[in-house]
C-alpha cells in the first residue's frame, strides 16, 4: 500500500492557491518527497501526516521552484525530533544546492547526506525500488519511477502435499530453497505465478522523450507535468522545455498507465479545467491534480 | 504616507495559516520587505501589490524562518519585469546567506547587491530613513526603525507678506535660502515648528533590551515579536532570546508607541486570542497580528 499526496503544483511562482511542486509518498510508515518547492512544508502541515518520519528527498531537477522548501523543511525535519540520516538525490549540481541550503539551514540535529543521479541510476529504499531517467530540461533533469514489487502468490494446498512444516513456509515465499526431510524444496514447487506490485512515476519538468512511455509502462499512476493546457501554447512548451496537457495525456496512453494526474502548471494557466478536455481526448483517465490530492494505491493483480 | 501588510507571522515553522516572518512596506509606490520568511511571495500574491517595486529588502538576522523565502521571491520578481538594483541589507553574515541564495537561484535579470550593516548604521532610502539597533538574539540580530520626515509647515501669509513669488517658495520649503531683490531670505522666515513624521519600528527575534524604548520611542506602530503568550513560558523565553507578550506591551509602553502589533509567534502558540490580555493590561493599545493584517500610516501631527 503506498499513500500519495501532491502538496503542491504550482510551477515557476505560486499562485495563492497553488503552491510549488511537491509529491509525497507514505510506504510503510516511512515518507518519502519528490520535490522540496516553497510551501511544500506548510502543505504537509496541513496534511498531518507528520515530518518524524521524511527519510529520503528526491529531486528531479535544481530550479527553485523544485528546491526552495528545502530549508525550512530540513529545519522543521529537525524540530519534530528526527536524529536519523536524511538523503537527498538529485542529478548533476545537487552538492552546489545543497551547499546553498546548507547555508540558509546550516544547524540540523540529523545527519544530511546527498548523492548526485545519472539518469539510468536505480536505488532501493527499505523494499521501495526507484528507477530513474534523463529526461529533456533546460538543466540536467530525472524523471522517477518507484516500484514496489509484489511477491509470487504462495499456495498452501501445494506445501501442505508436499508436508511442509508451516514454519518453513516464510522462508519459501521468501524465494528461499529449503531443507525438509532430505530433500531440497525449491520455491518453485509452492509459488504461483508472478505479480504486478505498485508503480508509481514521477515526470517533471521535460519535453515528451522516446523513452518516457516505456519508463512509466504499466504504472497505476502518473504524476506529469502539465505546464500549459492551449494547444496555441505549444511554442511556449518548445521554448522553455515543458508539456502541453495533450502531450502529458500522449505518454499517459502509450505507456497504458493507469492513471494520469497533470501537475506543475504554468501560473498563466489559471483554469486548469478549461483545457481538461486536451488531455482526456487523448487519455480518459487523466485528472487535474490540485494542492493536497492524496489516493491510496493498493496491489490490484487480479490473481490476489 | 506609509502602507503596512503583515505578510507572515509565524516563528520558527509555519502553521497552515500563519507563515513565516514578513513585513512589507510600501512608500511612495516603492515596496520594502523585512525579513523573508518561506510563503512570503505566496502571501505577496495574495495582496496583489504587485513585485516589481520590491527594491530593498531588510533582514533582522540569518535564521531560516527570516531568510527562506528569498530564493523564490527573488526569482518572482525577476519574473515580474524589474531589471533594477534590488539590494539587501542584513546583520553580519549576510554574505553567507547571499551565497546561498545565489546556489538556489542563481539567474537573475536584476543586479542584486547587499550590504552587511551592523547596529547603530542608517540609510536613508528614497526619502526613508532607516536606523538600526543591535538586539540580544543567539545570533546577530537587528532592530530596525523607519521614519519618513515630514517638513516644517510652511506659512504662505508670512511669504505673501515678504513679497514672495510663489516659483520661490518650494526651495525655501526644502530648506533652502534664496535671494529676493538684493536680499537674503532664509527659510526660517516663512517655515513654521518641526512636525512629527511617521515612525514605524520592527523589533524580532529578540529579548527586550535597555535600549529599545528609547530606540522605539514616539512611533506609530511598533511591530513586536510575541513568541509566548504564557508568563510560564518565560524560561523558553529567556532560553530562546525571545519575548513574552507581556515584555513586548513593556517595551511599546516604555516607548510611549502608538500601536503595538505583535507577530513571530511560536508553533506552540495555537490560540494567540487567549493571552492577548497579558499585553494589554500593559499596553492597551496592542492588537494581534496576523497574516496579510494591513494599515495605512499618515501624518498626524496636529499643526498641519
Chains 1, 2 share one sequence.
Not at 515557476?12 to 516511512?30: A, D, I, T, Y
Not at 540529523?110 to 543521479?117: A, H, K, S, T, V
Request: hydrophobic share 40%.
Amino acid at each position: 500500500m503506498l499513500d500519495l499526496c501532491l502538496l503542491g503544483t504550482g510551477g515557476m511562482s505560486p499562485l495563492p492557491k497553488r503552491w510549488l511542486s511537491s509529491l509525497l509518498v507514505r510506504f510503510q510508515g516511512r515518507l518519502m518527497l519528490l520535490d522540496c518547492g516553497e510551501g511544500t512544508q506548510i502543505s504537509l502541515k496541513m496534511i498531518g501526516w507528520g515530518f518524524k518520519e521524511i527519510s529520503t528527498i528526491l529531486l528531479t531537477h535544481l530550479h527553485a521552484d523544485h528546491v526552495a522548501g528545502l530549508p525550512g523543511l530540513l529545519l522543521t525535519i529537525g524540530n519534530s525530533g528526527r536524529t536519523d540520516w536524511v538523503t537527498l538525490y538529485g542529478p548533476q549540481g545537487l552538492s552546489r544546492v545543497v551547499d546553498g541550503v546548507r547555508a540558509i539551514a546550516p544547524h540540523l540535529p540529523f545527519p544530511l547526506e546527498w548523492m548526485e543521479l545519472t539518469g539510468g541510476d536505480g536505488l532501493t529504499l527499505d523494499g521501495l525500488e526507484v528507477s530513474t531517467l534523463a529526461v529533456d530540461h533546460a538543466v540536467p533533469c530525472l524523471a522517477y519511477a518507484l516500484h514496489v514489487p509484489r511477491g509470487r502468490r504462495f499456495n498452501p494446498e501445494r506445501a501442505r502435499a508436499l508436508g511442509l512444516p508451516v514454519a518453513l513456509w516464510s522462508r519459501l515465499q521468501a524465494g528461499e530453497a529449503v531443507e525438509w526431510q532430505g530433500r531440497r524444496v525449491q520455491p518453485d514447487e509452492v509459488l504461483g505465478e508472478a505479480r504486478k506490485g505498485i508503480k508509481v512515476c514521477y515526470a517533471t519538468d521535460t519535453r515528451p522523450t522516446p523513452e518516457l512511455p516505456g519508463f512509466v509502462h504499466g504504472a497505476d499512476l502518473l504524476v506529469c507535468e502539465g505546464m500549459y493546457g492551449s494547444p496555441d501554447d505549444l511554442p511556449k512548451a518548445l521554448g522553455n522545455k515543458h508539456m502541453l496537457f495533450s502531450e502529458a495525456a500522449g505518454i499517459a496512453e502509450a505507456g497504458r498507465v493507469g492513471e494520469l494526474w497533470l501537475t506543475h502548471y504554468s501560473p498563466s494557466l489559471t483554469d486548469p479545467e478549461e483545457w481538461l478536455e486536451e488531455a482526456t481526448r487523448v487519455f480518459p483517465n487523466t485528472r487535474l491534480g490540485y494542492d493536497r490530492m492524496t489516493t491510496t494505491l493498493t496491489f490490484t493483480d487480479s490473481s490476489e
